[in-house]
């Protein structure tokens, strides 16, 4: 099945630091990837929408200049966490959808980065 | 205002029975609505999809319904394991090419 790759897996660093994180499809193209927050026993929240070759969409109330994405190839986008607080400590899980298929293709998921800043 | 809701934050049941779970949704208008199950630390793994012209859609022990008119999807477990314990999140299109999660519903089922 389609495998979605993210890493790291965990980061642990101190206030001020700028944290990458990478999602990568592993035997599929995406052109569009999504990244997602998610807080203790709450849904995941749609932060942005990652389009290869193109700048990202933003969901409302996220900052694009604190959350910097960048989809360079069909198989990995990056987000990077820019002098990262500890409120912006949290679950943060990538996605992507198969560019072959329809929209309503299911996402795969990775498993995922827990960033803890100190 | 737009919500998806799933209605109840844990479920109990006993093995073997069957689960049910629920998701309500306001004011959005799906074209097909997603399964999805997470265990915890990891991501979402997608379960099964439901279209709008679609009652209900089956899977080994799995079952979904969707019902347009109530605003409502139901996620059916028979034969429950323990290996099923896990959050399970209803998640829809909002017709803008992005995906829409609940809060999801954590089932635990005992031996």
């Known amino acids: 099945g389609a495998v979605v790759s993210q890493h790291p897996s965990r980061v642990i660093c101190k206030s001020g630091t700028s944290v990458k994180i990478e999602c990568r499809s592993l035997?599929?193209?995406?052109?569009?990837m999504f990244w997602y927050r998610q807080f203790p026993k709450q849904s995941l929240m749609l932060m942005a929408t990652s389009n290869e070759g193109s700048k990202a969409t933003y969901e409302q109330g996220v900052e694009k200049d604190k959350f910097l994405i960048n989809h360079a190839s069909l198989t990995l986008s990056t987000l990077t966490v820019t002098s990262a607080h500890p409120e912006d400590s949290s679950f943060y899980i990538c996605s992507a959808r198969d560019s072959r298929g329809r929209r309503n293709q299911p996402q795969h998921f990775g498993d995922g980065t827990r960033l803890s800043i100190l | 205002s737009q919500k998806i809701e799933q209605n109840s934050e844990a479920l109990n049941i006993q093995e073997g029975k069957t689960a049910t779970l629920t998701c309500n949704y306001t004011n959005y208008s799906p074209a097909y609505l997603q399964w999805y199950r997470q265990d915890p630390g990891r991501g979402p793994v997608f379960l099964l999809l439901i279209r709008e012209n679609e009652k209900e859609k089956r899977k080994e022990r799995l079952k979904v319904t969707f019902d347009t008119t109530l605003k409502q999807s139901l996620f059916h477990i028979t034969a429950s394991q323990p290996a099923d314990s896990a959050t399970y999140l209803c998640?829809?299109?909002?017709?803008?090419?992005?995906?829409?999660f609940g809060a999801g519903t954590r089932l635990t089922v005992k031996p």
């Open positions: 035997d599929f193209q995406a052109t569009t």
């Open positions: 998640a829809l299109d909002d017709n803008n090419n992005d995906m829409r």
